[in-house]
Nanobody, 121 residues
């Protein structure tokens, strides 16, 4: 079992920066593929960034070059550094951990509770 808790959300002006954190307990995040997703009322939850246990990253086109996902193994925490923020980045951001379990042919997946990010002047 894995418990995920996000923090670091808040209000920031366009062009500003914000750093989100996802702290885990119950397991080591280094063995999971980590992801950040976001959701706005009336829209589907969308992928923002992923980070595999081997260090490979993937970003949505809308955030590429502005956001960076990283992992701190010593603190068992994953971060999302967000720079050059735009109003359209406003959303609730969720932390995700997942891995494929071959013996059961299924996903082992967990979600955090979410943290609000608002970009406005």
């Amino acid at each position: 079992q894995v418990q995920l808790v996000e923090s670091g959300g808040g209000l920031v002006q366009p062009g500003g920066s914000l750093r989100l954190s996802c702290a885990a307990s119950g397991s080591l995040l280094s063995i999971y593929t980590m992801g950040w997703y976001r959701q706005t009322p009336g829209k589907q939850r969308e992928l923002v960034a992923t980070l595999t246990s081997s260090g490979s990253t993937n970003y949505a086109d809308s955030v590429k070059g502005r956001f960076t996902i990283s992992r701190d193994n010593a603190k068992n925490t994953v971060h999302l550094q967000m720079n050059s923020l735009k109003p359209e980045d406003t959303a609730v951001y969720y932390c995700n951990a997942r891995r494929w379990v071959a013996p059961s042919n299924s996903w082992d997946q967990y979600w955090g509770q979410g943290t609000q990010v608002t970009v406005s002047s």
